[in-house]
């Protein structure tokens, strides 16, 4: 578990991790202790910025006076795809030419996807949220298992229009610290394996000394 601290000021740095045995909430409390035993004044922190990670919610409530989770606009959008059912498919495009089915599932996934991104370029929470009421009214019959997924807790993803505008690049997604993994498990694919947690730590620490010395360039 990792976890990035995100200042007002667009400032972003690693500031705790861990080895723990997948994301339950009794990890994730386990990981809000350790961070507040090591100095995290639980009362300034506004916002935790996550994919769907299980009890991380409840979590968040008990030891966050003041945080809100923030469900990565990413992801959500991402697990359109996996429930696409492709009903009522195009057969013409809008010349009349007739669509092979590949061609129909790219359009359909295309658009659907296009449609959920412009929820989130919305210039308020309430604009966001009628363009919300839009995109399920449209897809509802065609993507019903999708519109389902996508809207199951969809207000988690606007928490960030709650704060300044010029913060909502850096907390409405987890992009930065997907980058973070991805280069971990890069490393560690070159390794194969670690022969015990320690080996996966110092990986860690040495990735995130890497890359602030490429910052201080």
Not at 60 to 79: A, S
Request: net charge negative.
């Amino acid at each position: 578990l990792v976890a990035m601290a995100v200042w007002e000021d667009g400032t972003k740095e690693i500031v705790h991790y861990e080895v723990a045995e997948g994301e339950t909430q009794e990890t994730w409390e386990e990981m809000f202790k350790n961070m507040i035993e090591r100095g995290l004044d639980p009362s300034k922190v506004k916002i935790v910025s996550s994919d769907g990670a299980n009890g991380l919610a409840k979590v968040i409530e008990e030891y966050l006076p003041e945080g809100r989770q923030q469900r990565c606009i990413t992801h959500k959008v991402r697990n359109i795809e996996q429930n696409l059912e492709y009903n009522d498919l195009e057969t013409e495009d809008e010349e009349g030419k007739k669509l092979k089915e590949t061609e129909a599932k790219e359009r359909r996934r295309g658009e659907i996807i296009g449609d959920a991104y412009e929820v989130y370029e919305a210039e308020t929470r309430e604009e966001a949220e009628k363009k919300l009421e839009e995109f399920e009214e449209k897809w509802k019959e065609k993507e019903p298992k999708a519109v389902k997924n996508f809207m199951r807790g969809s207000e988690q993803t606007l928490e960030y229009y709650d704060e300044p505008k010029e913060m909502w690049k850096h907390i409405r997604t987890t992009n930065h610290l997907e980058r973070f993994f991805r280069d971990f498990r890069q490393r560690s694919d070159e390794i194969g394996a670690f022969r015990n947690e320690a080996c996966c730590l110092g990986i860690i620490f040495m990735l995130l000394r890497y890359q602030q010395a490429k910052h201080r360039r």
